[in-house]
């Protein structure tokens, strides 16, 4: 089955610390893989995709995620964190065959960062 | 400014009342989405449609009903067979080609009474 997996809740780190959200997939064929953010109330705002080339992909607000095939990850970090990157952070997977063509989410992880 | 536009923002309703959710978009993307999300489940797919006048169901369409018969616009019904309606909606574009990221709305909050 085709999917994507955040193992992680929640994730808490101080600021100016790096942070990792953590994301794992399971696709047939070549994954195209987003990240997205949500702050309360609000839509999910685009961050960064992956389509081919280079594993480490640099999107919006500083953050960059790193694709690993052989470990079916694809994490998102940032060097410093901030404490207005706190919001609720997706994980999502392309998958189009036959008819279909959409994307599936993971669960959410809600980023703490602490001042 | 280019976007998705859902209105209303919030809604209430009384159970066993049909409830229509507005998305617009001025993007000029061909495929549309509408999501469900809930507490600790992420966002679930409800229908989506990548033309005009076709919709395809997703993963949990049983009680809701769409229709797509302007390119710009795919409303959203919630009817009364919908066994927990209260959640919060969203509604996405795309352009239809890979590599296909969503743009979306800003979400519709439905809380059945």
């Known amino acids: 089955a085709q999917s994507v997996a955040q193992p992680e809740d929640q994730v808490n780190v101080a600021e100016g610390n790096p942070l990792t959200v953590k994301c794992t997939y399971s696709v047939s064929g070549n994954p195209y893989l987003f990240w997205y953010v949500q702050y309360p109330n609000r839509g999910l705002q685009f961050l960064l995709k992956y389509i081919t080339g280079d594993n480490l992909v640099k999107g919006s607000y500083g953050f960059e995620a790193e694709f690993n095939k052989s470990q079916t990850s694809f994490h998102l970090k940032k060097p410093s964190a901030l404490v207005s990157d706190s919001a609720l952070y997706f994980c999502a997977v392309r998958v189009s065959f036959w008819n279909t063509d959409k994307l599936i989410f993971g669960t959410g992880t809600r980023l703490q960062v602490f001042p | 400014d280019g976007g998705i536009t859902q209105s209303p923002k919030y809604l209430f309703r009384k159970e066993g009342q049909n409830v229509t959710l507005s998305c617009e978009q001025n993007l000029n993307h061909d495929a549309m989405y509408w999501y469900r999300q809930d507490p600790g489940q992420g966002l679930r797919l409800i229908y989506y449609?990548?033309?005009?006048?076709?919709?395809q169901k997703g993963d949990i369409a049983e009680g809701y009903s769409v229709s797509r018969e302007k390119k710009e616009s795919f409303p959203l019904t919630v009817t009364s067979a919908q066994k927990n309606p209260t959640a919060f909606y969203l509604c996405?574009?795309?352009?239809?080609?890979?590599?296909?990221?969503?743009?979306f709305g800003e979400g519709s909050r439905l809380t059945v009474l």
């Open positions: 449609s990548q033309i005009v006048n076709d919709f």
């Open positions: 996405a574009s795309s352009t239809g080609s890979l590599p296909g990221e969503l743009f």
